[in-house]
């Protein structure tokens, strides 16, 4: 099992950072923009990007405004059950700090 950890922080108050990864319009602003999504938990995350790389992640868990988690259930057999966190932190001035970890089951 390898995880990878990405923690930095950013301008975005944490509602918007959360929006960014719970809704298509969130999440087609940073990753692909072709995206459709549905909030809750059970939910299916389509992305579609060019060639075989087209996952898709089911949603395991959402706490507003404080974590996001994926489990990516197809679209790209080398991410077949890896799982994603995010973990979303208030900081001064309207910023926010995200932790995400990515851990890879095979």
Known sequence: ???????????????TVFAAL???QGLSGWWTTIVKAEAGVGAVVHFTFAGDFNPDMR?????????VCWECVGGHEPWAQNTFRFELGDKPAGRSSVSGKTTRVS
């Open 1 to 15: 099992m390898k995880t990878i950890h990405h923690v930095f922080d950013t301008a975005a108050p944490r509602d």
């Open 22 to 24: 719970t809704t298509a």
């Open 59 to 67: 949603v395991t868990a959402l706490e507003p405004p404080a974590l």
